[in-house]
Nanobody
Framework: QVQLVESGGGLVQPGGSLRLSCAASGFTLDAYTIGWFRQAPGKEREGVSSISSTDGSTYYADSVKGRFTISRDNARNTVYLQMNSLKPDDTAVYYC???????????????????WGQGTQVSVPS
């Protein structure tokens, strides 16, 4: 049974940091691209970052470049999203998702991902 479980969300003041974790079970993580997406109230779900299978190439939305870092630990079957310099606009439910095989320019296409976690809330008050 394929399962993705996010954790690490919470309430943080502007300028603070959080590290989200995405723990995978039921499949071998290194064969999959893992993406992080977020959805704010009243907005569409959007891609935040992705790390490709095989070569580990990383991709970021322009809004988080230089502040967020994605990484993977295949031994722990876990992908992390380190979020620094958080802003109120980063407030959203964050989801991780898995896609078999590598990714490139379509890393943020929701339809490419087959498996999704339940989400974790990140709140940055203004």
């Amino acid at each position: 049974q394929v399962q993705l479980v996010e954790s690490g969300g919470g309430l943080v003041q502007p300028g603070g940091s959080l590290r989200l974790s995405c723990a995978a079970s039921g499949f071998t993580l290194d064969a999959y691209t893992i993406g992080w997406f977020r959805q704010a109230p009243g907005k569409e779900r959007e891609g935040v970052s992705s790390i490709s299978s095989t070569d580990g190439s990383t991709y970021y939305a322009d809004s988080v470049k230089g502040r967020f870092t994605i990484s993977r630990d295949n031994a722990r079957n876990t992908v992390y999203l380190q979020m620094n310099s958080l802003k109120p606009d980063d407030t959203a439910v964050y989801y991780c998702a898995a896609k078999l095989g590598p990714t490139t320019t379509g890393w943020n296409f929701l339809a490419h991902y087959s498996y999704w976690g339940q989400g974790t809330q990140v709140s940055v008050p203004s």
